[in-house]
């Protein structure tokens, strides 16, 4: 399985080898410093997020999620591009699969205030920059989804303020972040419409869902939320197209009756028709036992992050043999 990039090949920049540290890639920082300044949250980011903090969609809950869990969903999107552990085998090779394309379609849900793209853009960036990955011109087309208009405003001042550095490695972008309720029929019906008007002529696409069980399990929202999903992944079928899922590893996701069952569960009755033609479509998920040390960025130290992944292929019918 190719991975994106061989471990000793992963720069100091991004993963210490000696320390084991994974380290926020350094174009992140300043658009992650950037905001905090502008927004007056430099203070509180310095400062540790009380225990269970896990966010919401008023601006309080927005401005603390951008000044304590953004680098956490940063580092964890990180660790499923680079794997630096060896951990997540089949999770690594999507990323250099999707990202090979010259013009190639991502879907982040919910983008909250960006962490996810600008973590694909900046660990891409920056392989680019140190030399580990060629440059070879690449278009990425990014459609983001959101509830909360301070987090879809994050984004977009997030994403923006990286757009020009990426032109320098080849890397260009086209990006819309959409007023997005899981809940609601009728937005997700327009997300479902963007997503496919802006992957036209897409090589790949790539839809990542980070850090969103909370907000479904706790609100108790998957049973409403799972018929938007249905008609999203039914809709994000195309040759090239897998969706990752992306969460903190902890026992109400990884355990046998948490999350990422209950996920795995409905993505097989969902696609059960596909399954039955073709065996082989995937679905894959990793809990990797060891968390990782992550450089703050802001003051001395380290945090720890863990990550747990599902992997799901989304493909088209297979033609029947005539
Ligand atoms: C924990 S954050 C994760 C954001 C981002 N994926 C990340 O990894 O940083 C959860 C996000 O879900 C958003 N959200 C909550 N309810 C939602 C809904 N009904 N539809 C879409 N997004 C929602 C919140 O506003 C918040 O930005």
């Not at 399954?275 to 960025?297: A, G, M, T």
């Amino acid at each position: 399985m190719a991975r994106l990039i061989p471990v000793e090949m992963i720069p100091n920049s991004l993963w210490n080898k000696e320390d084991f540290i994974l380290h926020l890639p350094p174009q992140l920082i300043s658009s992650w410093e950037m905001l905090l300044d502008k927004y007056q949250l430099r203070e509180k980011a310095s400062t540790e997020a009380p225990e269970g903090f896990e966010g919401g969609m008023s601006k309080e809950d927005t401005d603390n999620h951008l000044a304590w869990r953004f680098t956490g969903s940063s580092a964890r999107v990180m660790l499923t591009m680079l794997d630096p552990l060896q951990e997540l085998p089949q999770i690594p090779d999507v990323f250099a699969r999707i990202f090979s394309g010259n013009k190639v379609f991502l879907a982040d849900l919910p983008c909250g205030s960006g962490a996810a793209s600008m973590s694909i853009l900046s660990v891409l960036y920056e392989l680019r920059k140190q030399g580990k990955l060629p440059r070879m011109p690449i278009h990425i087309v990014i459609v983001g989804g959101e509830i909360s208009e301070y987090a879809q405003n994050y984004a977009k001042e997030a994403i923006d303020s990286i757009t020009t550095e990426l032109e320098a490695q080849a890397i260009t972008l086209e990006f819309d972040i959409m007023d997005w309720d899981v809940c609601d029929k009728f937005s997700n019906t327009d997300l479902i419409n963007q997503l496919r008007l802006r992957s036209q002529n897409c090589s790949a696409k790539l839809l990542v869902l980070a850090n969103f069980s909370g907000f479904l399990e706790k609100e108790k929202k998957w049973k409403e939320a799972s018929k938007q999903f249905d008609e999203l992944f039914r809709h994000s079928r195309s040759e090239n197209s897998v969706a990752l899922w992306i969460e903190p590893s902890m026992k109400k996701v990884t355990y046998e009756s948490g999350f990422f069952t209950r996920l795995i569960d409905w993505f097989k009755k969902l696609f059960s028709k596909l399954i039955e033609e073709d065996k082989e479509i995937e679905q894959k998920r990793y809990d990797p036992s060891n968390p990782v040390r992550v450089k703050h960025p802001l003051v001395e130290g380290t945090f720890r992050t863990n990550v747990a992944v599902v992997r799901l292929e989304l493909p088209l019918r297979k033609k029947k043999q005539s």
